[in-house]
């Protein structure tokens, strides 16, 4: 039996949880004294965060629109006030579009922009009285990388659906943004931060002169979440040093 929410104590839904940015993010809001609802397929992983955090594990394949409902409504039934939905889930292909297979395109378009689309979803049924949503594009999205063809694309409809969703859902109060990082140093970004050759490439493309990490990126959620920002919507976020909006690093 679900129980009556107390609204002094805000709770997050966290997809993608025990990723890097998504594990990032649940230390800092935990710290704040957040509750927390950890969403993801990796269940040993996601216990392993919530020993930590102390928030509450649920695997959940967020590809699949029904899990993601039923993850939201193990929200409802929780003590506290869902204010927040964030969809961390997400992949990395680099590859140019002739060698990509449809089996890794199709792939990477619903771990990026199916889980992202499932999200919006069962938050716009779940968030009756509004909150706010957090989803994460890249930069990939807005400037043009060379072999980021399939990434790109789902990128980008992950930040064409959060300006959509802002514009629909923007009557209820229910805020939509992502953010859009550029390369930052996670377990998924192993291959080219643990690369010495692949990083140097990279991070010259940065104007900033550095890879990002995971906690960066998390305080912009983190805000984006919160009572500071509750005039912002539809908004897609650069958080990668540059890249998206910069060319080249200046001699001074």
Not at 41 to 46: C, E, I, K, S
Not at 60 to 84: H, Y
Not at 190 to 213: C, D, F, M, W, Y
Request: proline share 4%; with cysteine; hydrophobic share 45%.
């Amino acid at each position: 039996m679900s129980q009556t929410p107390d609204s002094n104590v805000p709770l997050y839904a966290v997809v993608g949880a025990a990723g890097g940015i998504g594990a990032a993010l649940c230390r800092r809001l935990a710290e704040s004294g957040a509750k927390l609802l950890l969403g993801g397929r990796n269940l040993q992983a996601l216990e392993a965060l919530a020993d930590e955090v102390a928030g509450v594990p649920v695997q959940v394949d967020a590809r699949d629109f029904s899990q993601m409902e039923d993850f939201l409504k193990e929200a409802k039934e929780l003590p506290w006030n869902l204010v927040g939905v964030v969809n961390c889930a997400g992949s990395m292909l680099l590859k140019p579009a002739h060698l990509t297979s449809a089996e890794d395109y199709e792939a990477t378009v619903a771990t990026n922009l199916t889980t992202a689309f499932a999200t919006v979803r069962a938050a716009a049924k779940a968030m009756r009285k509004g909150g706010s949503v957090v989803l994460v594009s890249s930069a990939a999205a807005d400037v043009g990388l060379p072999n980021h063809e399939a990434i790109a694309a789902a990128k980008g409809g992950v930040a064409a659906l959060a300006r959509s969703a802002a514009a629909t859902y923007a009557p209820r109060g229910l805020r939509v943004n992502a953010v859009a990082p550029g390369l930052v140093e996670t377990p998924m970004t192993q291959g080219i931060t643990g690369n010495e050759l692949a990083l140097k490439a990279s991070v010259s493309l940065h104007p900033v002169g550095r890879a990002g990490n995971a906690d960066e990126v998390a305080s912009l959620v983190a805000w984006l979440l919160g009572p500071d920002s509750t005039w912002v919507s539809g908004q897609i976020w650069g958080i990668d040093g540059g890249l998206g909006r910069l060319k080249g690093k200046a001699k001074i």
